[in-house]
Nanobody, 122 residues
């Protein structure tokens, strides 16, 4: 079992930026794909981005392409989400997850942490 702890959320104005971090512990995770989901008030949890174990493959939801960048640091067992040009529609709880590969992360993630709140004000 892998423990995931998200951090870096906060309150920002529209057009601002945030960098989310997720630290993994308990088991080695360098060979697993990782990713981010989010859940806005009144909505289902939705896929945001994923990255392969070697950072060779990345996939993004259409609504964040060109604004968000996912990256990872295997030496630190961490994955990051750089969010730029934020809008109020990006408001929600952001969750880190892991899976066997990027396809699994996009469709059936194994688990996720407690999440970190992102609030974008107008």
């Amino acid at each position: 079992q892998v423990q995931l702890v998200e951090s870096g959320g906060g309150v920002v104005q529209a057009g601002g930026s945030l960098r989310l971090s997720c630290a993994a512990s308990g088991r080695t995770t360098s060979t697993s794909a990782m990713g981010w989901f989010r859940q806005a008030p009144g909505n289902e949890r939705e896929f945001v981005a994923t990255i392969s174990w070697d950072s060779a493959l990345t996939y993004y939801a259409d609504f964040v392409k060109g604004r968000f960048t996912i990256s990872r640091d295997n030496a630190k067992n961490a994955v990051y989400l750089q969010m730029n040009s934020l809008t109020p529609e990006d408001t929600g709880v952001y969750y880190c997850t892991t899976g066997l590969n990027t396809g699994i992360v996009r469709t059936r993630p194994n688990s996720w942490g407690q999440g970190t709140q992102v609030t974008v004000s107008s």
